[in-house]
């Protein structure tokens, strides 16, 4: 059994559909061998990092950069991970009222110095609300966990 963690900030009701949609493709009844964890930022620290098999990243861009949250579970969790996890396959997904660039540099420069490995281009939410975020949600969740499955990360 692989072990996916999802580490998701939820602050609106729109995101959190976000998160679940990550869920529910992870979770999709095909994909029997992944067990999959949902934690927002501030529950989630080191030990649920050193026990998955991969990681999705899900973060709103807060004044061109990731969230706090996000960041703050980074600053908990690099030191007690660094050169434990390299190689651990990742995705981010980014909920951007702008451009969500500053955002994606901000993440791919920590999860850079840890040498943890992208598995797929991040997923960038542009713009004002629209409700295909959520199958792209949906899609990057299951890409992800089959992935996992299949051995492919």
């Known amino acids: 059994m ?5 580490v998701a900030h939820v602050p609106s009701q729109n995101t959190t559909r976000l998160r679940d949609a990550a869920v ?12 999959v964890r949902a934690l927002t930022p501030f529950e989630a620290g080191p030990d649920d990092i050193l ?5 999705i990243l899900g973060t709103t861009e807060n004044l061109g950069y990731m969230s706090g949250a996000l960041k703050d579970f980074f600053d908990r969790s690099y030191y007690a991970v660094l050169e434990k996890t ?8 980014i909920r951007a009222g702008h451009d969500g660039t500053g955002t994606k540099r901000g993440v791919e420069t920590i999860v850079t110095g840890l040498r943890w ?20 949600c949906r899609d990057l969740g299951m890409a992800m966990a ?3 499955e ?4």
Do not use: N
């Not at 026990?51 to 990681?55: F, K, P, R």
């Not at 390299?86 to 997904?93: A, I, Q, S």
């Open 51 to 55: 026990a998955a098999d991969g990681v």
């Open 146 to 148: 089959a992935g996992l």
């Open 117 to 136: 490995r992208a598995v797929q281009a991040p997923l960038i939410c542009r713009g004002p609300w629209q409700d295909s975020f959520v199958g792209d």
């Open 24 to 35: 529910e493709g992870a979770s999709a009844p095909e994909i029997e061998a992944v067990e």
């Open 86 to 93: 390299e190689g651990l396959p990742y995705c981010l997904y």
């Open 2 to 6: 692989k072990r996916l963690l999802i």
């Open 150 to 153: 299949a051995g492919i990360f």
